[in-house]
């Protein structure tokens, strides 16, 4: 049995545990959780940890993430008169533990003007993304990434 991929469903509650320590073992995984940022994903985590049952700091609980988790991608959803709009809006990576015992992150892809991803920082796992595929021309693209697909197409789908 030899685990490549992981892939999570929704995260809400004490399941974030074995969750985190699957993603620390494999070549790559995945989970699904809500929260208003990516920022704010990184504490939701911490959070779902430390009211998971067991005796566990927060320091303990930020370690343990670090350790687990190499990117953090936000969908935000956008509902408007035009239809509804998924996109990614942020894509944080984790470069283990800073001050106070919490991540260090650097904002690889930030909102642009109409709140969609932006190249905003090369990570540092770069040569890690491009052997899993990822295009690094992606991240030259700053100004004028979306202006072939503008958002809002009036299609109500």
């Known amino acids: 049995m030899n685990l490549r991929r992981i892939i999570v469903g929704e995260v809400r509650g004490a399941e974030v545990l074995p969750m985190l320590e699957a993603m620390s073992t494999g070549d790559g995984s995945l989970c699904t959780l809500h929260a208003r940022s990516a920022q704010h994903g990184i504490d939701r985590i911490v959070t779902l940890c430390m009211s998971a049952g067991v005796q566990m700091t927060e320091t303990f609980a930020y370690r343990l993430l670090a350790g687990s988790v190499d990117y953090v991608v936000h969908i935000e959803l956008l509902d408007d008169d ?7 809006s942020q894509v944080v990576e ?9 991540p260090t992150t650097t904002t690889v892809f930030g909102p642009g003007e109409d709140g969609r991803a932006v190249p905003m920082h090369h990570p540092e796992g770069l040569a890690r993304l491009v052997r899993a595929g990822f295009d ?3 991240l030259s693209q700053r100004a004028g990434t979306w202006a072939a697909w503008p958002l809002h197409t009036g299609d109500p789908r």
């Open 82 to 88: 035009t239809g509804r709009h998924r996109f990614v």
């Open 94 to 102: 984790i470069n283990g533990l800073g001050e106070g015992s919490r």
């Open 136 to 138: 690094p021309g992606l």
